[in-house]
């Protein structure tokens, strides 16, 4: 199964700033998710990205706010930018197992506080 | 749209007591099923799955069965421990061409000695 690193595992920023979280797996694969979970909720998806095109983003979530980056079949950078208070939550990103799993693992997660 | 309803929480049990948590979903064709188990400060890692009606999904003592005439997947462990104290997410995969899960709210399992 696959393994993702995640960083940074956590950050206090000021608000008005922006933060780029990184994602890196160990093997190849076509379709990496972003998920927020804020404090004592769920996980919400934000935005699929595909290698070579535009992540596609759920709705509430826009580009400019959450730019992803995706060079390459093993790496993923989520931006959250401009940041208030009301992004700080843990962000997680995701990959399939496999086609035939149909599993999901998930990085270790980013905790942001934003003061 | 796809929606999955957890029981809601925070569930408190004794040890070696029974567990179930209840999962309904809601969504078209045959969703795959699954279980993600949250420990404190630890990333989601995958409990057990179902992809087609009438699957049993299990791991380390715990089970669930994919119901399709009643929309469910209920979590259950016959003899929970105090390791199994966490957080409990429900979700599913939707059938057809999109990939991304759809979680319920999470369940917090609390487990004392």
């Known amino acids: 199964s696959a393994v993702i690193s995640q960083k940074p595992s956590r950050d206090i920023c000021q608000r008005g700033t922006s933060l780029t979280i990184q994602c890196q797996v160990d093997s190849q694969v076509t379709m990496m998710f972003w998920y927020r979970q804020q404090p004592g909720q769920s996980l919400t998806l934000i935005a699929t990205a595909n290698q070579g095109s535009e992540a596609t983003y759920e709705s509430g979530f826009v580009i400019d706010k959450f730019p992803i980056s995706r060079p390459n079949l093993t790496f993923s950078t989520l931006t959250v930018s401009n940041m208030s208070p009301e992004d700080s939550s843990i962000y997680l990103c995701?990959?399939?197992?496999?086609?035939?799993?149909?599993?999901?693992?998930f990085g270790s997660g980013t905790r942001l506080t934003v003061v | 749209g796809d929606s999955v309803t957890q029981m809601e929480g925070p569930v408190t049990l004794s040890e070696e007591a029974f567990l179930t948590i209840n999962c309904t979903y809601t969504?078209?064709?045959?969703?795959?099923l699954f279980w993600y188990v949250q420990y404190p400060g630890e990333g989601l890692q995958l409990l057990l799955k179902?992809?087609?009606?009438?699957d049993k999904g299990s791991n380390k003592g715990f089970e669930a069965t994919y119901r399709k005439e009643t929309t469910s997947f209920h979590l259950e462990k016959g003899s929970v421990q105090v390791s199994d104290s966490a957080v409990y997410f429900c979700?599913?995969?939707?059938?057809?061409?999109?990939?991304?899960?759809?979680f319920g709210s999470g369940t917090q399992l609390t487990v004392l000695p």
């Open positions: 979700a599913l995969r939707p059938s057809g061409s999109a990939r991304q899960l759809t």
């Open positions: 995701s990959v399939e197992l496999g086609v035939a799993s149909y599993g999901y693992t």
């Open positions: 179902a992809t087609k009606a009438d």
């Open positions: 969504a078209t064709g045959y969703p795959s």
